[in-house]
């Protein structure tokens, strides 16, 4: 077991911080082995578990966990925030020069932290996010996965790879700047990429879940990308603007065509149906441009509230 000086003491060299949801039958193994992959590597570390309110009650293991091991920490928050709110509130505690976020469920091997923290102290790197080869995921997920980052790719602008997650390590600068970001709607990896340090990517094999299944459903990654797009982005109001233009441009040529047949005497009154469906047309543009900009400024409302995008319940220190 790690010597107890390492317990906060004094500044840990990597602080290791993994979301914890449904996944309490591995923490153990997690930490242990977390654990025995810095030993080698580094002198001081900590390992961070968030329970972001796990069904499968993770909280009384992960105390039970804190009391034999000094380098452990435990913070429970005080409803389920969402993945990302969760790891906001691990890195914001942690206080290693370094910083590594991985999952709970052992898909992220522990066993790539010591290549990471060599690939980026001995190639200057701020950033290394791990490349998951040969994915140990259902077709579904990796289909839902892909269409997901597809998405984001397209409504971003910024190129998204699907093989990467939130598994890497970062240099405390970088981990200080996201910490500054006040947006409730948090994207952990999209955040460190727009603040734009030195990265790069190290392929790691992926591991079976040892535990539990992924909660991320199709309905929910769409949600996650509505939410970033209207975080990240302007696209969505630029779509708008160009389908109101192109509206414009259309209405006017039928008013042009109207003109030129009644100059050429055509009389004929225009028809029913033809009548009906340019209401309908009109009408579901403007709403649908109206419920874009309304998401826009349900975003802007959320984060003018200034509300916490996590709330801390307890602490296995305090």
Known sequence: MQSPSLAGNSTPTVSVVSPVYGCRGCLEELVDSVAAQLRGTVDDFE???????SPDQAWSRI????????WLRGL????????????????????????????CDLQDPPAAIPDLYRKATSE?????????????????????????????????GSQQDASTANFGIFRRPVIDAVCRMPERDRSFPLMVKWAGFRHGLLPVEHAPRAEGRSTYTLRKLLRL????????SEKPLKL?????????LVSFFMVALAVARWIDG?????????????????????????????????????????????????????
């Open 47 to 53: 390992v961070i578990l968030v329970d972001d309110a």
């Open 63 to 70: 105390q039970e966990l804190a009391t034999t091991r000094p």
């Open 76 to 103: 429970r928050l005080a409803r389920n925030f969402g993945q990302h709110s969760a790891i906001s509130a691990g890195i914001e505690h942690a206080t290693g020069e370094w910083v590594v976020v991985m999952d």
């Open 124 to 156: 200057n790197f701020d950033v290394v996010f791990v490349q998951r080869q040969n994915r140990k995921d259902s077709w579904s997920k990796r289909l839902s996965s892909w269409g997901f980052f597809r998405l984001l790719t397209w409504l971003t």
């Open 225 to 232: 990308a509505t939410n970033i797009t209207l975080g990240y």
């Open 240 to 248: 708008v603007a160009f389908a109101g233009i192109l509206c414009s």
């Open 266 to 318: 055509d009389m004929a009154v225009a028809g029913y149906t033809s009548v009906i469906a340019s209401i309908w047309l009109v009408g579901g543009m403007l709403l649908f441009s109206l419920g874009v900009v309304g998401l826009y400024v349900g975003q802007v409302f959320r984060n003018v509230q200034g509300r916490p995008y996590y709330i801390l319940a307890e602490d296995t220190r305090r």
